[in-house]
């Protein structure tokens, strides 16, 4: 990740740590780049994240599995919401498919912060349909019954939604919650970091001109995820989508913080659903 010395921290303190430089750190799997020199004032975004760019084409294939109307719209739970960054995607309109709730679970009650403000000055939409209420509850996958308030989330979701997560637990430990969280017939969205890119790096930020923090990563090849998922009940729908980084996309579709990983596979991501859980 750096040249710099990494101090390795528990992963909720990390992201304590980090909550307050997280959107605007440039990290090419679920940032835009900014480019300062272009934007002084403003930082606009020059590139879209690579997570950004496939999530609508993972969720437009889960929605098309899970059935919605008015009469029976979905519950969606996002296993670690960070920041809001996919909340606010749920929040908006779609024609034709009814979510009712959004619960956004995550470790760190100061990202959480975060979101709750982001997802507070949405705009009001035009369309007469109301917006989807949400929630945020802070939440240990790895100590789930200290969290009362979200074992009583367990079996309602239609959807868990799950982007960038998967490398800070377990493989069993992630689709069991995944699992207790949704309904029969249920749909997973999961993405994340590649094992090439993890080999290489560890979920982390500068904390200081010298010193890196990281917190507990696992390196996962995406043939051990399949197999994991499928000893819980879930089976991939579709394609595993896997992206590396070329010298064409340097500036393009990622900023100038991505050249040092051309020629690496960085993220991978799919839609898996949820077979033979009983109601």
């Not at 980090?18 to 975004?45: C, H, M, T």
């Amino acid at each position: 990740m750096t040249s710099k010395p990494i101090h390795s921290i528990p992963t909720k303190d990390l992201y304590a740590r980090w909550a307050k430089v997280y959107d605007s750190d440039g990290n090419i799997l679920r940032e835009p780049s900014y480019i300062p020199q272009l934007f002084p004032s403003l930082l606009r975004p020059t590139t879209e994240s690579i997570d950004d760019h496939f999530l609508p084409s993972l969720l437009t294939q889960a929605f098309s599995l899970v059935p919605s109307s008015s009469s029976s719209p979905i519950t969606i739970t996002e296993l670690g919401a960070g920041t809001g960054r996919n909340t606010v995607k749920l929040l908006q309109p779609r024609e034709g498919f009814k979510i009712e709730n959004v619960n956004a679970l995550d470790l760190s009650p100061e990202m959480l912060a975060l979101a709750k403000s982001r997802c507070s000055f949405l705009p009001s939409t035009s369309t007469s349909a109301p917006s989807p209420k949400v929630d945020f509850y802070e939440f240990d996958a790895f100590q789930p019954s200290s969290f009362p308030d979200v074992q009583a989330l367990e079996g309602k979701a239609g959807l868990v939604l799950s982007t960038l997560v998967l490398e800070h637990l377990r493989l069993k430990i992630f689709f069991e919650t995944a699992k207790r969280l949704l309904k029969a017939n249920g749909v997973l969205v999961m993405t994340n970091m590649h094992a090439d890119m993890g080999r290489l790096s560890r979920a982390g930020f500068i904390d200081t001109d010298t010193v890196g923090e990281c917190g507990d990563s696992f390196v996962y090849e995406i043939k051990k995820v399949v197999e994991a998922g499928r000893e819980e009940g879930f089976e991939v729908i579709g394609k595993m989508l896997q992206r590396g980084i070329g010298e064409g996309d340097v500036g393009v579709t990622v900023g100038e913080r991505g050249v040092k990983w051309v020629g690496v596979s960085v993220w991978f991501g799919c839609v898996m659903r949820l077979e033979g859980k009983e109601e």
